[in-house]
């Protein structure tokens, strides 16, 4: 007496969600979350390629500008500027006072060392400092202001500031006070732009950046004499180079960072003893000026000190960011490059010996087998394969067709057939699972092959499926699945998919023990096996996978066969591909989750459940997880990083899957031309399966109902002879 | 008391093979189902079992969903709120 269970049909969820209003709002705030997620992670990475931005050298030189624009006063007038009235003022240095003005630092090599020099000599100086520089060097700011320093503002990143908009200067000027004001506690009034050099030397593009520095409230402090340490002349030139004639006052430009300053440091220590000898004083810009201009550093304010404290906390995210994505990136290529290693050392071998003369399961297997073949809705494509079913090289072969209450008259189809040994059983509906339970209670014999309703076998295939079961421990067998209806791109891509899947994957996970999937399209079971994994099951989408893991649970071997091969039918559009793949992956992640006990199991469970969580487990779930930064971190580097190096790595991870693709078709006999649309695979298809994968993780996480969607059938598949 | 008796007697007609419609065997009549219908009557169990991760009250759709607003949203304004306070500073009066 054959008994079956259908599912009962629950019908649509009833939630909250299935009122219009409610749902257009939360679309709306959903949109909302992805768009804020997107925009943290999109300025993060823009946060770090600002940051991180190679500037020129202030001694790069500069082509020829009109200087129309500049006012007499400022061209002959002193290095510091005030630009903030209708009427520029400009300041000179009184005679015998020497203010050594840095640029570039604070450096973590060389500004301690000028520091050093400068309290042994009793001098003071004025550091023009980049934001970038103070974020990473905080205690270098505190230590120039607390031994009586000036600190002013070179910008944030050193651009140059009179070829970039407004707002940009804006946040440079904003972005290092802020800095500053984090770091040291105060403010400061002091500017110096990047590229900067005398009075005279000013043109009218730097002009407007300059008004700009003076509307916000900056003195700009231009130089006299220009000490030309970035030329590396040596101390004795660079102290040379700024020595005042006739007892002058001056502003001298010289560097702590940039590059190598030990020229500079020496130079320093010659030229201030040799100076304060002959009277003159070493002072900081408000030192020199005081009474003429404003105290150039104060306290700063909570609003200043809070920018920096937002600023500098936004840095350290972004740094920690990008370094988390290259740690992520590195795990992904390392478990990339294992993965193919392992693939193709362990499949060429798998084949060699599989196809070797001394191959063999045991003796010939001549046993009769029930084959059963779910169908629901399946009138365009089971006529072909319950066909080729029947006609099957293998002794006493018996076709099962369970109709799952299908509306098109998919059980009438097979009944036109009129073959002997085809039986169609129609179950109220209940889904595939129920379907197969239903064919194998029905099954007269103890070798049951499940094959889907859209896929045609080739003659011999179930013949060579039930081979191995000459060897009593196994209890499920693996056919090779190929795709019948190859035509378009995305027919191709789902071709090479399948064909590195089965050749690659399969035969790993076959020597290792532990193949995650016999799929539904062709696999054969023992029904002893069948009954002691507790037969298919309804709480996942994976009956197949679930099936699978069960039966090895259960100790029996599952090993996969390669010559013994059926053509399915893949999705031809892009909706039904991405309702295939969602189901699968959704499934898969069911099926795994259900047995996530194994892991922890004794015997043959614990063993597989081990062996799944080292090898199915990474490269299935988490690859596929960490496959988009591949494409991030490609088109961040393209842009923003080192653009060859960039595309080297995007173009190696090409490289290693053409490789293993090749390798998979040549172990599957199949013709390399396919794999020319391997690059356009990398920039559409990869970013859709995690696309997919992702949505499946958050319905698993978020606890939805995912319900079975029907394909959309063609009937195109046929063999194809390779 | 009668039917017992003819229980004990084996006089019941029982149908063998496939037999439908209305027998008549002596003074015994009655509806007789064929044999393959009467053997895949659908057994229903009471529970369908539940689906993995399936979340049938949907308390954690909803602590999601209002933990992502929370989240989406002040990081939102956190993003904004900082760019523009990079954006109007100047130097302190």
Redesign the interface.
Known sequence: ????????D?GPEM?TGSIPALRRR?SI??G??????L??LV?MLLVEAYLRFDFAPDSIPQEEQSTDAVPTAVQHGGPVLDLSGAEPLTYRIPARTIVITFDDGPDRRWTPQVLDVLRRHGAHATFFVLGTQVLRNPGLSRRIVAEGNDIGVHTFTHPRMGAVPS?LR??E???T??AI?YRTGR???LYRPPYSSTPDALDDSDMAALRQAGL???LTVLNDLDSQDWQRPGAEAIARHATPANGAGAVVLMHDAGGDRSQTVAALDLLIPRLQQRGYRFLTVSEALAGRIPPAG?P??F??Q??GW??VW?VLIADLTLRALWVLLFAAGALVLARTVLLIVVAVRHARQRRGPPWSWGPPVTEPVSIIVPAFNEAATIGPAVRSLASSAHPGVEVVVVDDNSTDGTGDVVRRLALDNVRVIR??SGGKATALNTGVAFARHDLIVMVDADTVVEPDAIHRLVRPFADPQVGGVSGNVKVGNRRGLLGTWQHIEYVVGFNLDRRLYDTFGCIPTIPGALGAFRRRALTDAGGL?????AEDTDLTIAVQRAGWRVVFVDDARAWTEAPTGMRQLWRQRYRWSFGT???L??HRRAVTDGGPSGRFGRRTLLLVVPFTVFLPLLAPLFDIMAVYGLFFLDSKAAALGWLSMLVVQTVTAAVAFRLDHEPLRPLWTLPLQQVFYRQLMYLVLLHSAL????????QWQKMRRTGEVRILRG | MARKRRAQGQTTPRAVGRVAGRVRVGRVSGRVPPIDRA???????DE?????????A?G??RR??IA??V???A??VL?L??WF?????????
């Open positions: 007496m054959s008994l079956y269970h259908g599912a009962r629950t939630t939360r705030l959903r909302v979350v992805v768009f804020a997620l925009l943290l300025n707002w804006r946040l000027y904003a972005a006070q802020g004001a403010s400061t009034t916000q409230g900056y104060r700063a304010g609003l200043a809070s920018r937002a600023l936004m179950q109220p099951r309804l709480d996942t989408l992640m069911q099926a989750w259900k319905t698993a996480v978020a606890g939805r109902r995912l | 053997s895949t009557e659908v057994a229903h169990f369908a079992p539940r689906p993995v991760f399936h979340d049938p949907g954690r759709r999601l969903r992502a607003y989240v989406g949203l990081l939102l993003l709120a900082f306070s990079q954006l109007s500073g100047g130097v302190p009066q």
